[in-house]
């Protein structure tokens, strides 16, 4: 289900969007149920293998937990399905910035690549932010192996489970100041997104483009994100 509810979107459109912005939505990825059911799973005990409170990092406020392996069948999933899609991007961009990384065709080959490079553990996390909670920018580097696009649904829905708490990107161009942009989702939108850099297109040819995303402060309610990173943690 989710691998034909994948195949089904327009991947050329969305690789288009991804190399002119840096990223792209995808809208209604999952349904209300899906994401009602995901949100649950942040208050079980089992299932995480770690608790993050981002205050105590200087993160920004809020928390989240990284799944343990093996992950939810729906997250598994995900992770498998859209991976092979991105593909085709995460090389042209390592071409384009004449950097040596090239990414097999499968998941499954490349989580092998991390863990033999002592990358193993799992970072796809759910987050949770209530009144006043925020995501400093950041980018989501866990060791030498770095996929470049990654991939946030979020799970709640605006302006009825919360309000405020939009995703911002901040893109940084040679000689440029920092541009900030609000990426719109609905409930089960998800947003692709570079991890760290990407090519552009400059006054002088082209250059390497850094992006971070963050999270607005949460006005009221309870928002809940996942996060899906490729690349496991050292
Ligand atoms: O909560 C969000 O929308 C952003 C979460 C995040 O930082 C991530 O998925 O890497
Ligand atoms: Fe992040």
Do not use: K
């Not at 005990?45 to 205050?55: D, I, K, L, P, Q």
């Not at 193993?120 to 866990?142: E, I, K, S, V």
């Not at 309000?163 to 911002?168: K, M, S």
């Not at 161009?173 to 990426?183: D, F, G, L, Y």
């Amino acid at each position: 289900m989710i691998a034909e509810r994948v195949a089904a979107r327009d991947w050329p459109e969305i690789s288009g969007r991804l190399d002119e912005d840096g990223w792209a939505t995808i809208p209604g990825l999952l349904n209300r149920a899906e994401c009602r059911s995901l949100a649950a799973l942040y208050a079980e005990e089992a299932g995480f293998r770690s608790h993050v409170v981002m205050a105590r990092h200087g993160f920004g406020r809020g928390e989240y937990r990284y799944f343990s392996y093996p992950l939810p069948p729906m997250v598994a999933a995900l992770r498998e399905a859209i991976y092979p899609r991105l593909v085709p991007t995460a090389n042209r961009w390592m071409d384009r910035m004449g950097l040596p990384a090239h990414f097999p065709p499968d998941h499954r080959t490349f989580l092998a690549r991390c863990h033999a490079a002592g990358q193993a553990r799992p970072t796809p996390l759910l987050l949770r932010y209530g009144p006043g909670d925020h995501n400093r920018l950041h980018q989501d580097l866990y060791g030498h192996h770095v996929f470049p696009i990654q991939l946030a649904i979020l799970l709640s829905c605006p302006e009825t489970d919360f309000t405020g708490g939009e995703f911002v990107l901040t893109e940084q161009r040679p000689r440029m100041q920092t541009r900030a942009e609000i990426v719109p989702l609905g409930q089960g939108d998800g947003v692709l997104f570079a991890v760290s850099q990407r090519p552009g297109t400059g006054s002088r040819g082209s250059c390497r483009v850094t992006m971070r995303h963050g999270v607005s402060r949460v006005r009221t309610g309870l928002r809940h994100t996942l996060g899906l990173i490729f690349h496991d943690a050292a």
